[in-house]
């Protein structure tokens, strides 16, 4: 739990008080390698921080092809954000891409800690802007960028996605083939 904590305490200013009653609603999971995490009931209503393993959000198009839309490893946050806000399911996915410890708290609990704990306003404020610099980038480049571009600007800003997971994730989250993916890498 201290990876939490930490996590927590690097954004906000909490007591230990306030910072007990935010981690009673956490609890601890297993999750096992390919686990896909929102399915049936449950879809919306959960956040994961991650600290062993890695997650992955996703779509899937008619054709029944994934493209991935964010990766969240160790220290980080990942929720398909949207679901998690409107409280209703979307078209987005979640899967442990690894053999994965997690810290999960539900939606129901998430917007609880808003009304008891004032700094966790400022917490989840944070994230939101996290996660709308992330989106609008990752847009960005899809948008603008080559995928030989693309690659060069991942294996800059976030190598461990290229050294921990599969070319066929790596190339679902560039937008491209597996054949594109191994001509860029190839050069």
């Given at each position: 739990?201290?990876?939490?904590?930490?996590?927590?305490?690097?954004?906000?200013?909490?007591?230990?008080?306030?910072?007990?009653?935010?981690?009673?609603?956490?609890?601890?999971?297993?999750?096992?390698?390919?686990?896909?995490?929102?399915?049936?009931?449950?879809?919306?209503?959960?956040?994961?921080?991650?600290?062993?393993g890695?997650?992955?959000?996703?779509?899937?198009?008619?054709?029944?092809?994934?493209?991935?839309?964010?990766?969240?490893?160790?220290?980080?946050?990942?929720?398909?954000?949207?679901?998690?806000?409107?409280?209703?399911?979307?078209?987005?996915?979640?899967?442990a891409?690894?053999?994965?410890?997690?810290?999960?708290?539900?939606?129901?609990?998430?917007?609880?800690?808003?009304?008891?704990?004032?700094?966790?306003?400022?917490?989840?404020?944070?994230?939101?802007?996290?996660?709308?610099?992330?989106?609008?980038?990752?847009?960005f480049?899809?948008?603008?960028?080559d995928?030989?571009?693309?690659?060069?600007?991942?294996?800059?800003?976030?190598?461990k996605?290229?050294?921990?997971?599969?070319?066929?994730?790596?190339?679902?989250?560039?937008?491209?083939?597996?054949?594109?993916?191994?001509?860029?890498?190839?050069?």
């Amino acid at each position: 739990m201290k990876q939490l904590i930490d996590y927590i305490q690097e954004r906000i200013d909490v007591t230990d008080e306030e910072l007990d009653v935010i981690l009673s609603f956490f609890t601890y999971e297993k999750l096992k390698k390919g686990e896909q995490l929102n399915t049936g009931v449950n879809q919306t209503q959960k956040m994961y921080f991650v600290c062993k393993g890695c997650l992955r959000i996703f779509y899937i198009n008619e054709a029944g092809q994934d493209t991935t839309r964010f990766f969240a490893f160790e220290n980080q946050f990942a929720t398909t954000l949207v679901s998690f806000i409107q409280g209703q399911s979307e078209e987005e996915y979640m899967q442990a891409l690894e053999a994965s410890d997690v810290y999960v708290i539900s939606h129901t609990h998430f917007y609880e800690l808003l009304d008891l704990v004032p700094q966790w306003e400022k917490f989840y404020r944070k994230y939101l802007e996290f996660a709308y610099i992330n989106n609008t980038s990752r847009f960005f480049a899809l948008v603008t960028m080559d995928a030989t571009t693309r690659y060069q600007q991942l294996l800059a800003q976030n190598p461990k996605i290229v050294q921990r997971l599969p070319n066929k994730i790596v190339a679902s989250y560039l937008g491209v083939s597996q054949e594109t993916l191994s001509r860029i890498k190839a050069k």
